[in-house]
């Protein structure tokens, strides 16, 4: 799912404005006053939803953060654009020179803003892609019907090796463009290519990624677990040893490239 922020006056204009240029399912996620997050619900209810027979709803809640909800849109939808977010960790549009973490793009207004060109942005940028985005790819991949298992792998920033260590506050990855994509597109056809196989798929994060959070995914859609177990940690031991992905490493203490040690 490719996500992008707008920010300044006008941003909810600027994302229904953008979202009809987009070629796929689009959610709009919009920043509130902190008064509109309570449920509207009893007392003791932590969200409420409300469904109509044709597949409309509505829901409010209190268990949500941006990171979490992006996590839950992005096995569903193809992009998501935020509206508000000023400090989000996504690639940012910025109206009336408004402030954000990461504008990759600016307007004056609203409307004098290009959306053809805003529609290109987005897809410029790395996707959110989740262990459930891929899982549920697997799931539609036309192949699954002869699939008995799906294996996965999650690897995930580590705080510490031992007690003595440093904490590891966060990792930072860089990658050759085009290069990483197309070798891990090649490790996972030859994989595709052994008997029970039916599907690989990998994705590894760029850019920061902090103390707990997940870096590298692996899923193997397979017709037996034994060929999905195997595969999926072959997938991982490939990817680390032959992909040309780059970790800068940030402790309390220092930072350095992990590959200059």
């Given at each position: ?72 849109l992005s096995a569903e939808y193809d992009y998501a654009l935020l509206s508000g977010f000023p400090d989000a960790r996504v690639p940012t549009v ?67 090796e031992s007690e003595s260590d440093d904490p590891t506050l966060s990792l930072e990855f860089e990658k050759y463009d085009g290069v990483a994509e ?80």
């Amino acid at each position: 799912m490719h996500v992008l922020g707008i920010v300044g006056a006008g941003s909810t204009t600027l994302c229904d404005r953008l979202a009809a240029q987009l070629d796929g399912r689009v959610a709009t996620v919009e920043s509130l006053p902190e008064s509109a997050t309570e449920p509207e619900s009893t007392d003791g209810v932590a969200a409420a939803y409300g469904l109509s027979p044709d597949g409309n709803w509505v829901g409010t809640g209190d268990d949500r953060d941006l990171d979490g909800l992006l996590d839950d849109l992005s096995a569903e939808y193809d992009y998501a654009l935020l509206s508000g977010f000023p400090d989000a960790r996504v690639p940012t549009v910025a109206l009336a020179g408004a402030d954000a973490a990461n504008v990759v793009a600016e307007a004056e207004t609203a409307d004098s803003a290009d959306v053809a060109s805003l529609a290109a942005e987005v897809d410029a940028h790395e996707p959110h892609v989740t262990l459930e985005t891929l899982v549920e790819r697997a799931k539609a991949d036309p192949l699954e019907v002869y699939a008995g298992a799906i294996a996965t792998f999650t690897g995930r920033v580590r705080a510490k090796e031992s007690e003595s260590d440093d904490p590891t506050l966060s990792l930072e990855f860089e990658k050759y463009d085009g290069v990483a994509e197309s070798k891990m597109a090649a490790i996972a056809e030859e994989l595709e290519a052994r008997d029970g196989v039916l599907r690989v798929l990998m994705h590894h994060r760029v850019g920061v990624v902090e103390d707990g959070e997940d870096i590298v995914f692996v899923v193997v859609l397979a017709g037996h677990r034994r060929e999905a177990f195997r595969t999926v940690e072959d997938g991982i031991d490939r990817l680390k040893d032959e992909v040309p992905i780059f970790k800068k490493e940030m402790t309390t203490d220092e930072e350095f490239w992990v590959h200059d040690r």
